[in-house]
């Protein structure tokens, strides 16, 4: 079984820069692709981008241009690097395996105006 553990948010201003990480531990052979989710108040849960073992990376919104995945395998760690942040980013940031289905506890990102 696979734990995922978020780190990295927090309360920030209009234009500030984030990283979050995502550090898998456990048994982490069955990991594959991993992606970072968001989910705002109110709102569904929607996918902001996925990265293979092989660095092959996918953007939710390819216009966006602020926000950057990249991977670690030797820590097995993930990360999002969020530039120019936006009040409409604020969300809770989570993490997924896929290949183990699992999920991350979440850290929240808050961008005030």
């Known amino acids: 079984q696979v734990q995922l553990v978020e780190s990295g948010g927090g309360l920030v201003q209009a234009g500030d820069s984030l990283r979050l990480s995502c550090a898998a531990s456990?048994?982490?052979?069955?990991?594959?692709?991993m992606a970072w989710y968001r989910q705002a108040p109110g709102k569904d849960r929607e996918l902001v981008a996925s990265i293979s073992r092989f660095g092959t990376t996918h953007y939710q919104d390819r216009r966006n241009g602020r926000f950057t995945i990249s991977r670690d395998n030797a820590k097995d760690t993930i990360y999002l690097r969020m530039n120019s942040l936006k009040p409409e980013d604020t969300a809770v940031y989570s993490c997924y395996a896929v290949g183990c289905d699992s999920w991350g506890q979440g850290t929240q990102v808050t961008v005030s105006s």
């Open positions: 456990g048994d982490t052979s069955c990991i594959s692709v």
